[in-house]
């Protein structure tokens, strides 16, 4: 089992940055892909990146190419999520989440494991 902890979020300006990180707990953290949700007011949750057990492979969504940068370390336990030239629509509650799927997958039915979330505020 994986239980994790998500934190960095906050209240940014429009153009501003955050840095998302995502403690997990347990020995076999490095053997799971791991993901990033969001879930805005009244909206579903959406997929934003992936990434795969070793980091060797990324997936993102179309709206935050060029913009996010999700990255592991395994010796950490951790993963992150950077998000550069933030905008109005990024504001949410994020989640990390793991996966036994290698993938990495982008759909939230492959994730087995959820943090609590963290919420994200843009800001004009």
């Known amino acids: 089992q994986v239980q994790l902890v998500e934190s960095g979020g906050g209240l940014v300006q429009v153009g501003g940055s955050l840095r998302l990180s995502c403690a997990g707990s347990?020995?076999?953290?490095?053997?799971?892909?791991m993901g990033w949700f969001r879930q805005a007011p009244g909206k579903e949750r959406e997929f934003v990146a992936s990434?795969?057990?070793?980091?060797?492979?990324?997936r993102y969504a179309d709206s935050v190419k060029g913009r996010f940068t999700i990255s592991r370390d395994n010796a950490a336990n951790t993963v992150y999520l950077q998000m550069n030239n933030l905008k109005l629509e990024d504001t949410a509650v994020y989640y990390c989440?793991?996966?036994?799927?290698?993938?990495?997958?982008?759909?939230?039915?492959?994730?087995?494991?959820w943090g609590q979330g963290t919420q994200v505020t843009v800001s004009s």
């Open positions: 989440a793991a996966s036994r799927v290698a993938g990495p997958p982008s759909s939230d039915r492959a994730y087995n494991y």
């Open positions: 347990g020995r076999t953290f490095s053997d799971y892909a």
């Open positions: 990434i795969n057990s070793s980091g060797g492979v990324i």
